[in-house]
Every structure is written in C-alpha cells, then in structure tokens.
C-alpha cells in the first residue's frame, strides 16, 4: 500500500469542495465568531489553522485526533496545539473525497488502533485531479497507535471511488468525485459503522434491480461502465456497512439469512442454438441459508406477455422455465416451469405476472420452494444451481424451443457484500451517531433538491433511494421538485427524475426489498434541501440537564446562519423526534426555498419552520459533533478550520 506521501500538492481549497458537496459555484463567504442562542453557554476556540478539519477522536482530556481532509494527515492537538503529525496520507480530495473519518477500538488504547476513512491517490502524492484514484479508491484501513505515530496495520474494506465520465453519463467531462460518506464509528456492539454515498451509482442498493436503463436499452441490466447493477465490490454503495472490527462479517447481520445471489442476463444469443432475437433480460435470484427456497425476479423486454398486443403473433410468451443440468452452450431439460406449461408452484400466490403497460415485456416474481419442480425437486436441483449448471429462459411460438436464455451465476463479491449491508437506499450523509441512551443509530441524509431527511436506522432498513427521499406520503411534491426545479437530473443523466412514481404504493412496488428488509419514513425531514454535514448526541448533564441526549446537527453550507446548529430532543422512548413548534407536528419542516449563496431572502426562506431548532450560528460547514471527556461538545468546522467547544458558563 503506497500510503504514506514523499512530496505534496497544492491544498484544495475550501470553496471548491463546499461546491462539490452541494452542487453550487465556488464562494467565500465572511465569517463571525460562532454564537449560541443560550446566554448560559458559550464557545471557545480550542484549535484554529487546520486545513480543512473533518473529524475527531479523543485520546483523553484535552488530547484528540484531528483529520485534515485534504492534506491526508492525522494532527495530535494536546491541551489546544497541535502537537504532531502522527500520519501523513496520499489523499485525493477531489470533490468530496480525502481523509474523511476516523474511529478508536472500542477497547483503545488496551487495543491501540485506530480506523480511518480516506480516499486514496494513485499518483504518492496529495491529488484533487479526479481521475488519480484507484477504482476502489475509498477505502477502511487499521492503523497501529504506539504512542507517537499511526503505522498500516490492516485494510477493512475497499469501496468505490472513481466515478469517470463514460458514453452514457459524459458532464462532467472529468468525472465526479461526490458522495463518499465517510463518517466511521463504533457501536455499542462493538462493530464497526461505515457509511458510503451512493457514488453516483444506479443500482440494487440504490432501488434499481435492473439498473438505471429501461427495458429495450441494449444496456438494461447494467449501471456503468463497470457493470453492475448488483452490488459486486464497484457498486456496493448507498450502505450503512456492519462489520467486525477485523473486516470479517457479523453473523446477526440483517441479510445473513440470504445464502447465495444469482444473476442472470437473458438474450437470444444465449440459446442452444443461437438466435437474433431482440428481446432481453435480467435475473435476480435469493437463495435463502437454509436452502429451504429459491426467490427471484426477472424483467423481461421485447416479448408479448398479453398476446394481445402486437400484430406480429409469433413474439407471444408461451412459457418459461428453469432448466437444469447444463453449463453454458449446452441444454438440459425442464426442472421448474413458472409460467404456461409445465406449471410446477403449487403455491399459485408465489408467481405474480405484471406485464409492461404496453403488454410488450413484463416482471415476473416468483418463488421455487424446497419440495417443487417438474419431476424433481429444488433440492435435487440445488447442486446444479450453485455449480452454475442451470438456466432460465422465456419461450415463445417463434422459438417454441426457447427465446432469450441467461445462465443462472452467483458473483460470489455480491452474495458476500449483501451480508455486510446493515441498511441500504441511502443517498449521502456526513452524519452518523449512536443514541447514548438507547443505542440507536441515527443518520442525517442529504436530497438532491428536496427532502432533507434524519432517520433512525433500524437494522434492515431500506430508505427508499432513488425512489424517494422524504415521507412516502410526500412523493408528489418530491417529484413535483426535482422535475421542475434547479436543473431536474439528480445529478445523474441515466436515471431521470421523470421517472420518480406518482403514487406512494407504486414507488413501494417499485423498491428492492431484499429478504428481511423493511421501509419506514425519516423521522424528520424538511421539505426543501438543507444540507446538514455531521450530527452528533451529547452524553450526560454539564450544560445542564435539558440537554442531556440532545441530537444535534451541523450545516454543509455557511449561508445558512452562517453554519447553523441545530439541537432535537429525542421523546420518551428514544425513537421519535420531539417537537415543540405545532408547525412541525407532522415532523417536516415546509421551508419554502432551498438555500442560494447569491440570495438572502431565499436563505431566509429555506429557514422556515426550523426557528424553533437553532441552537447555534456561525460554525460553518460542520462535519464532526461529539461529547468530549468534559461532558461538553465539541465541534468541527471544516470551513472554519477549528474546533470549537460548547461549555456552560461559570
């Protein structure tokens, strides 16, 4: 691993990166000291000159660890100066990316090591240029505390980074380097939380099981250039990731029950013997642990599913099947039929026909259980389809034989990676915590232009990206928003807001829920894009006992308040939002703008409905918020290039 740099570029600047983050022009805006609306309180500047500070990890009383995000170094700050550079990191800090997180083994320092979240550079030196990374360029890695300096120990994870431009998402012409996530930390199960953006990715764990394209594109079943859509090592994105503090996967994981996943890709070609057919395919097949059954889902495209709707009669679907044994370029016979003849479900309910309102294609879902099949049985047949000896394909009176056929494979990088998700669907987020009082996991997640959420992650979780962000009940004014307003792309070409459901139950239809996964709205949210940054709880009663288990949120833009800071409390049971404010009794604050640089009175409108949550002004963009031994909070502010301490007055 090239980690450690021999020479160093010039630093990424401040403005470009708060651009990158939220989609605007590059600025400098004037700065006042941070301010907090209790007179009880006050802030003190505990470290100032940090180039680009993103998080912090306490070593004891007045001794943390600070990261810099794009000079790739981790800094000690003892009693308020810097006191070292205990690592120095060949960083790409192009857009949003560079060193980014850090957390402590829960056991530190009896285990002295620590976990950080950077995004490497390809060239051994400092690099904002976007394409000096590695594909797999964010990356999880242990590093060894002695005292004085961190050394390499382990790397946990690798995840995708490099996003170039290709045929079919060519702006910007150099690519992007956005949502990274990055936030790291340790529950109080002792696993480690790892939270990754979406990547600009269009794929399963973005609720895209056939990708981005429609059926008919030549390059349905795909995302990019890389492949995909299935979350294989380049596309595993839009997670909250679960692991043991060695890498390895915990076994009470949300999706551990799911013991193997198949992809298959059906087209003429694939046939014994081949054909020209126009017509396509795609696959997804979940293989419970206990081999008890087989689920799966297949979209098909080009074939008649009615009969009924084109004048050509020879493209009627007649049937269509799994077969077994047979390796690619070979057949083997009929071992489930799960449409026409043979019929083999003797659960009718387990198959579910939906054509295409065109009638041209459809979906199909359906179910093999253990004891089915046509003259044998799924678990006669399980040695075949893991052996990847099976196939699935679609019949019609044309090709009578078999139409479009795709071998039935399991990538073992995907079946692998599922089991590492803890909840899937999300965007981006620089924020990240754990309920001091219950446990829970709580995120802050960024829209495109609409519907800032706060969410309790429970394990499983589904949040519905890119079928929704907001409330499901809201969907209309989430789609009303992204196709009218600020450009209308969700920052990708492939997927088009125009094609957000116009109904909440047709974008639940619509959504992967994979075996054990459930959906449930943000607990919070505001209706026009705010772009929080970090989040943290404070634990315990130094600023006095109103505030103890308080959740609070930074800002990614200093044009609002001048960074605000915002302050929830959590209700009785730890799982709601409290509100005071009836205006946000239905918990969405219908702020009537998304926040403009150029424009005071659209900031001033973006703040609507969120008086009652301002806590502080003026920190910035602020990326890391947490309790300090002291009891009080601590608060990095990346554009500010500070930490800040929140204390009670004497």
């Known amino acids: 691993m090239n980690a450690q740099k021999h020479s160093s570029l010039a630093l990424y600047l401040t403005g470009p990166f708060l651009a990158a983050l939220v989609g605007l022009p590059s600025m400098s805006i004037a700065q006042s000291p941070p301010g907090l609306v209790d007179s009880n309180l006050r802030v003190r500047t505990v470290v100032e000159n940090l180039n680009q500070p993103t998080s912090t990890a306490f070593l004891g009383p ?12 981790v800094k000690r700050v003892v009693n308020g100066v810097v006191q070292s550079t205990v690592l120095d990191l060949a960083v790409n800090s192009g857009s949003e990316r560079g060193l980014l997180g850090i957390a402590l083994h829960p056991n530190f320092p009896a285990t002295p090591q620590v976990y950080l979240y950077w995004t490497e550079s390809t060239t051994g030196a400092d690099t904002t240029v976007l394409s000096e990374t590695p594909l797999l360029g964010n990356r999880v890695d242990r590093f060894a505390w002695n005292g004085s300096t961190l050394t390499f120990d382990k790397n946990i994870i690798r995840l995708r980074s490099l996003q170039p431009p290709f045929a079919a998402e060519p702006t910007p ?75 390895t996967t915990p076994p009470d994981n949300p999706f551990t029950g799911i013991g193997h996943v198949f992809v298959a890709r059906l087209e003429g070609g694939q046939e014994v013997p081949a054909n020209a057919s126009t017509a396509r395919g795609y696959a997804a097949f979940f293989l419970d642990s206990e081999m ?190 992204e196709t009218t307003m600020f450009g209308g792309n969700l920052q990708q070409a492939r997927w088009p807001p125009t094609n957000i459901a116009d109904s909440p139950e047709e974008a639940m239809a619509r959504m992967l829920m994979l075996p054990g996964a459930q959906y449930h709205d943000p607990e919070f949210s505001w209706k026009f894009e705010v772009a929080p940054a ?82 502080g002004r003026d920190f910035g963009v602020v990326t890391d918020i947490k309790t300090g031994p002291n009891g009080n909070l601590f608060v990095v502010s990346l554009s500010n290039g500070a930490v800040y301490e929140i204390s009670r007055r004497k």
């Open 292 to 481: 008890t059954s087989l689920t799966f889902t297949v979209t098909v495209a080009g074939l008649d599913f009615t009969g009924t709707q084109t004048a050509d009669p020879a493209d009627d679907l007649l049937a269509a099947h799994i077969h077994a044994p047979a390796p690619r370029g070979t057949n083997g016979g009929v071992r489930f039929g799960f449409f026409g003849q043979p019929f083999n479900d003797t659960n009718p309910n387990d198959t579910v026909v939906t054509p295409f309102e065109s009638g041209v294609g459809g979906t199909v879902t359906a179910k093999w259980d253990l004891g089915e099949g046509n003259n044998t049985t799924l678990t006669a047949q399980l040695p075949n389809i893991l052996a990847g000896q099976s196939y699935i394909n679609f019949h019609t009176r044309r090709l009578t034989g078999g139409e479009i056929r795709g071998q039935i494979e399991e990538n073992t990088q995907v079946t692998a990676n599922i089991r590492k998700v803890f909840a899937y669907g999300l965007r981006n987020s620089f924020g990240l915590d754990f309920d001091p009082k219950s446990g829970s996991l709580w995120l802050e997640q960024n829209g495109d232009d609409s519907f800032t959420e706060l969410s309790l992650v429970q394990p499983g979780m589904n949040g519905g990206w890119i079928q929704v962000m907001g409330p499901l009940a809201r969907i209309g004014e989430f789609k009303e928003i």
């Open 173 to 247: 012409a150099a690519g992007r380097g956005n949502h990274n996530g990055g936030v790291i930390k340790f529950g109080p199960d002792g696993k480690l939380y790892i939270f990754i953006g979406d990547s600009g990715r269009r794929g399963w764990m973005q609720n895209l099981l056939n990708g981005p394209y429609q059926p008919g594109d030549p390059r349905f079943g795909t995302d990019d250039n890389f492949g995909g859509p299935e979350p294989d090592d380049a596309h595993l994105t839009g997670v909250v990731l679960r692991l043991n503090s060695d890498g």
């Open 62 to 73: 007045n001794d943390f660890f600070v990261l810099e995000k794009a000079s790739g170094q």
């Open 534 to 615: 970090g989040i943290g709880f404070l634990n315990g009663r130094t600023l006095g006992p109103q505030y103890d288990g308080s959740l609070f949120v930074g800002a990614a833009r200093p044009f609002l308040e001048g960074g605000f800071l915002w302050r929830f409390h959590l209700t009785g049971n730890r799982r709601k939002i409290g509100v005071d404010d009836p205006r946000l009794e239905d918990r969405v604050a219908d702020n009537l703008a998304k926040p403009d640089p150029s424009d005071a009175g659209a900031n001033a409108l973006a703040l609507i409905e969120s008086e009652s949550l301002l806590f």
